[in-house]
């Protein structure tokens, strides 16, 4: 199974970006996937999550209402839609699925996802 991340680019301080994740297979159908990322010099941090069954959803409380996780089922992809974004959300994005949902603090820690993408680079300039 393998994921591919795309979307990542350079925006001013601001301005939007989507984010996608293809997953090359269903493997996934009854577990989480998610979205962490990265920056110079610091420890991978949680964005969000979804459930692919019932598409529920979890943030980081610093995105919450400014990034938006989503999923196409019939697509085999997750996004992440990022607004109003900060240059502190430049990063790496990595995607990330586990095989079961998950609850709570488990679908935050990137040591509980067991397949991960290549990850996009997002620069934000101020």
């Known amino acids: 199974v393998q994921l591919q991340a795309s979307g990542g680019g350079w925006v001013q301080a601001g301005g939007s970006l989507r984010l996608s994740c293809a997953a090359s297979?269903?493997?996934?159908?009854?577990?989480?996937m998610a979205w962490f990322r990265q920056a110079p010099g610091k420890e991978r941090e949680f964005v969000a999550a979804?459930?692919?069954?019932?598409?529920?959803?979890s943030y980081e409380d610093s995105m919450r209402g400014r990034f938006t996780i989503s999923r196409d089922r019939a697509k085999n992809t997750m996004y992440l839609q990022m607004n109003s974004l900060k240059p502190e959300d430049t990063a790496v994005y990595y995607c990330?699925?586990?095989?079961?949902?998950?609850?709570?603090?488990?679908?935050?820690?990137?040591?509980?996802?067991?397949?991960w993408g290549q990850g996009t680079l997002v620069t934000v300039s101020s």
């Open positions: 990330a699925a586990r095989l079961s949902r998950g609850v709570g603090i488990v679908i935050r820690a990137p040591a509980s996802y067991g397949y």
């Open positions: 297979d269903r493997t996934f159908s009854g577990g989480t």
């Open positions: 979804i459930t692919w069954s019932d598409a529920k959803t």
